[in-house]
T-cell receptor, first 114, second 120 residues
Framework: GENVEQHPSTLSVQEGDSAVIKCTYS??????FPWYKQELGKGPQLIID?????GEKKDQRIAVTLNKTAKHFSLHITETQPEDSAVYFC?????????????FGKGTKLSVIP | GAVVSQHPSWVICKSGTSVKIECRSL??????MFWYRQFPKQSLMLMAT?????????EQGVEKDKFLINHASLTLSTLTVTSAHPEDSSFYIC????????????????FGPGTRLTVT
């Protein structure tokens, strides 16, 4: 089955700096890669995603890149703000005819220091 | 994005009792919903996949007689924790997937706010 590795497990940055979280996946058939933000005591919130036919996607301060050859994808947050502090999960999904399986990374706790 | 709600947001029950958690898709119909369990500082663990009108599919190690799942309509799935014990205390989160475009096999998955269960 799919295995998703996520690094780092914790990340502290100064407000205004950039944060980068990296994930690798094992199943070359995975074709959809969402990122979720989970605040304390709440459910995960989909913040950005990328499909296997795209190399990069950006939405305001957040961006995701995908390298299919190396089987890794990354989340980039620029100009970080205290409200960006949360746990971020990457995931990989193999979605297609007759199959759908979402596998999460172990999460990265991001702390943005004012 | 799509909205998924859960009720209750938190519940405390006594050991041996049963607890029902509701999951609703508010602005879309979900033929497939998922139930996850999350322990503190850990990732989400898939418990079961709930399909409307059919029996749920449970992950290995999850007791189907203990965690009863009913997906009676396209907008509602319920998880009942039967004969709850303190070790069942956890954060339970439901999720629903919707196609990004009608008729495609391309999906997005949205999560509810979670239910904190404490069994005393």
């Amino acid at each position: 089955g799919e295995n998703v590795e996520q690094h780092p497990s914790t990340l502290s940055v100064q407000e205004g700096d950039s944060a980068v979280i990296k994930c690798t996946y094992s199943d070359s058939a995975s074709n959809y890669f969402p990122w979720y933000k989970q605040e304390l005591g709440k459910g995960p919130q989909l913040i950005i995603d990328i499909r296997s036919n795209v190399g990069e996607k950006k939405d305001q301060r957040i961006a995701v890149t995908l390298n299919k050859t190396a089987k890794h994808f990354s989340l980039h947050i620029t100009e970080t703000q205290p409200e960006d502090s949360a746990v971020y999960f990457c995931a990989a999904i193999r979605s297609g005819a007759g199959s759908y399986q979402l596998t999460f990374g172990k999460g990265t706790k991001l702390s943005v220091i004012p | 994005g799509a909205v998924v709600s859960q009720h209750p947001s938190w519940v405390i029950c006594k050991s041996g009792t049963s607890v029902k958690i509701e999951c609703r898709s508010l602005d879309f119909q979900a033929t497939t919903m998922f139930w996850y369990r999350q322990f503190p500082k850990q990732s989400l663990m898939l418990m079961a996949t709930s399909n409307e009108g059919s029996k749920a599919t449970y992950e290995q190690g999850v007791e189907k007689d203990k965690f009863l799942i009913n997906h009676a309509s396209l907008t509602l799935s319920t998880l009942t924790v039967t004969s709850a014990h303190p070790e069942d205390s956890s954060f339970y989160i439901c999720s629903a997937r919707i196609p990004t475009r009608a008729g495609t096999r391309s999906y997005e998955q949205y999560f509810g706010p979670g239910t904190r269960l404490t069994v005393t």
